[in-house]
Nanobody
């Protein structure tokens, strides 16, 4: 069974940094595009960034060069380095995997990111 486990969230002041990790199991990790999503209270889940199996990346406009997505296929792990964090980045962050029909229905517990002074 496919499983994603996110970690690395926490409370950080505006302008601070965090590095999120996502470990995948039950899948041939290197074959698929992976994505980081986030969901703020009262808002829909949105795609933050994605990375192909070969390492090509794509970012949502609101990232504005502050985040870097990466992956280690040998460790079945994806990362999101977040710098210059803003209060509006506060959300639960999730990872998922893209298949031919879209992202899977396997959602982990997420990791909470809170940006506040």
């Amino acid at each position: 069974q496919v499983q994603f486990v996110e970690s690395g969230g926490g409370l950080v002041q505006p302008g601070g940094s965090l590095r999120l990790s996502c470990v995948a199991s039950g899948t041939i990790f290197r074959l698929y595009t992976m994505g980081w999503f986030r969901q703020a209270p009262g808002k829909q889940r949105e795609l933050v960034a994605s990375i192909t199996g070969g390492g090509s990346t794509n970012y949502n406009d609101f990232v504005e060069g502050r985040f870097t997505i990466s992956r280690d296929n040998g460790k079945n792990t994806m990362y999101l380095q977040m710098n210059s964090l803003k209060p509006e980045d506060t959300a639960v962050y999730y990872c998922n995997q893209q298949r031919s029909t879209g992202y899977t229905n396997y959602w982990g517990q997420g990791t909470q990111v809170t940006v506040s002074s």
